[in-house]
């Protein structure tokens, strides 16, 4: 099985891009209907949550750069 890729867009969303799946607080899963690869809203403004439907233009920023974590103690 390959990695999954999750990329983190400037201003946007969160594709996810692989095999994965994806469950509610419940355990249930969403019907992703064969697809491998999804958008997921960051910005709270998708009416299609937890899926992004492009509501966060012009009303989300975030300039997305990857950083290292600390060591662990």
Do not use: W
């Amino acid at each position: 099985m390959s990695k999954t890729k999750i990329t983190v867009n400037n201003n946007g969303s969160l594709i996810i891009d692989g095999e994965f799946e994806i469950v509610d607080k419940n355990g249930n899963q969403y019907d992703l209907g064969g697809r491998e690869k999804v958008s997921l809203c960051r910005c709270g403004l998708s009416s299609n949550k937890p899926f992004c439907d492009g509501s966060h233009r012009g009303h989300f920023e975030h300039d997305a750069v990857a950083f290292a974590l600390p060591a662990k103690k």
